[in-house]
């Protein structure tokens, strides 16, 4: 029988935990989208998400879509270097297909790549890339940890930010979106999620932000042109609608994405390359 750790993740660290309870239940699916075999183990781990259930109704179907999502972007842009921040119980380093010499940074809260590192022990996950861990506060001085753990700003990369920029105040997120720039040779290439104020101000997201509230797991920012925001950074990016990815992938759009429940609010994936 698999252990439940000793210090599950806690606070904002603990939505990790909910999103990697989507991705299990996603196994489930005849049609799966994706495979994730580690992500039921990390939940149990954990001591199981049935608390944040609620939030998982309203919008596992996005989680899911936004997984793929993501797993396409990352892989077709076939970095030498793929650096995901704020990297919670991602477990792409160890489920997907990436190619020889990869290197893939995952940063995080301290607390939480304890807890992650040592479930993964239990779980005898063996990565499918060279894979490092960068204990850090993503609102602190990230990019000096990264590069001390290895990464080489004038090789190209891959980064990827999801699920991070609304848990974070809009100048931190502004930070870090100057500092992955700044570490970004040419050719680079970015994905990121993130929401605009409509979607904030959902009646239906109220008890998720209640919720959220009584974890330490605010809400703090919102975008409203992810495009014109990245273009300000030196990037060309592109945005994805979850009506087009779910007609790709044959599933229902999330009612929580659907323009006719949730009219003009947005959950922004937006995916761009390094053009400045
Ligand atoms: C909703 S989870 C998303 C995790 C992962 N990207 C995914 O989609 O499965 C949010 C993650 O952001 C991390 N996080 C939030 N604030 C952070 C900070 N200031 N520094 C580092 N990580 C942070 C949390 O620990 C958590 O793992």
Request: net charge negative; with cysteine; charged share 25%.
């Amino acid at each position: 029988m698999k252990r439940v750790l000793q210090r599950p993740p806690v606070g904002v660290a603990r939505t990790a935990v909910l999103i990697a309870a989507a991705r299990a239940n996603e196994q489930r699916h005849l049609r799966r989208l994706f495979d994730d075999p580690l992500a039921a183990g990390l939940v149990e781990a954990a001591g199981s998400a049935n608390d944040l259930n609620g939030v998982r109704t309203l919008a596992g179907e996005h989680f899911v879509l936004r997984t793929r999502y993501f797993d396409d972007q990352l892989l077709s842009s076939a970095q030498p270097q793929v650096v995901i921040l704020a990297a919670g119980l991602d477990t792409r380093a160890f489920r997907l297909t990436w190619p020889p010499g990869t290197t893939l940074f995952e940063l995080d809260l301290p607390d939480l790549l304890e807890f992650k590192e040592d479930a993964l022990h239990d779980l005898l996950a063996r990565p499918a890339c060279e894979r490092v861990v960068v204990p850090c506060d993503l609102r602190e001085d990230w990019a000096t940890a990264l590069i001390h753990a290895g990464f080489d700003p004038k090789r190209p990369t891959a980064w990827l930010l999801e699920g991070l920029f609304m848990f974070l105040p809009p100048d931190a997120g502004e930070q870090i979106l100057y500092w992955v720039s700044a570490l970004s040779a040419p050719g680079s290439t970015l994905a990121l999620e993130h929401v605009n104020r409509e979607f904030r101000e959902l009646p239906q997201m109220r008890a998720v932000h209640e919720r959220f509230g009584r974890m330490d797991a605010r809400w703090q920012s919102d975008v409203e042109d992810p495009i014109e925001w990245l273009a300000g950074h030196g990037w060309h990016a592109t945005v994805t609608h979850q009506v087009d990815l779910a007609a790709q992938h044959d599933r229902a759009v999330p009612a929580i994405t659907d323009p006719r429940k949730v009219g003009d609010a947005r959950i922004w994936l937006a995916s761009a390359i390094r053009t400045a």
